[in-house]
């Protein structure tokens, strides 16, 4: 009996943890896709946003501005452990990433946005969800 209990205990606990896996993966995966970039350059924003259909979230809206990391997905995740800090609610990096800021130029729609990119040096914040990141808040600049 107390064998059965155990089994069926550890049954709905790998459930819960696969359906709590289910739901941070499609969110970490659009955060990789809107925000992951090494090979990122700021005269590429408009093929880059293009063709990762990135938009205003539910519209076809232009996107007003985008930040794509300059780095690989193990060293942001890292800002979610012990390479980031509290900050407010979220983690800010707790050293400063290579980030290529693309800012609209036009008040168009899907696939005709018109981006200006800029190179940036900065600590980033994030939000994460059981340690992986899920959302960019902002790119800031820390005075020592």
């Known amino acids: ?45 408009d093929d880059v946003i293009r063709s990762r259909r990135i938009t205003q979230t539910n519209s076809n809206d232009c996107k007003e501005t985008n930040t794509f990391i300059r780095a690989g997905t193990g060293l942001v995740r890292g800002i979610c452990g012990d390479a980031g800090a509290p900050y407010g609610l979220m983690r800010r990096s707790l050293k400063p990433f290579n980030v290529v800021v693309c800012k609209l130029k036009n008040q168009s729609r899907y696939p005709h946005c018109q981006y200006r990119g800029q190179d940036r040096t900065r600590y980033i914040v994030i939000a994460c969800d059981q340690g992986f990141p899920v959302h960019f808040e902002e790119d800031i600049i820390l005075n020592n």
């Open 1 to 45: 009996m107390e064998i059965r209990f155990v089994c069926l205990l550890l049954v709905l606990l790998g459930t819960i943890v696969l359906s709590q896996d289910a739901n941070i993966r499609p969110r970490y995966e659009k955060f990789i896709n809107q925000h992951i970039n090494g090979q990122m350059r700021e005269n590429r924003c």
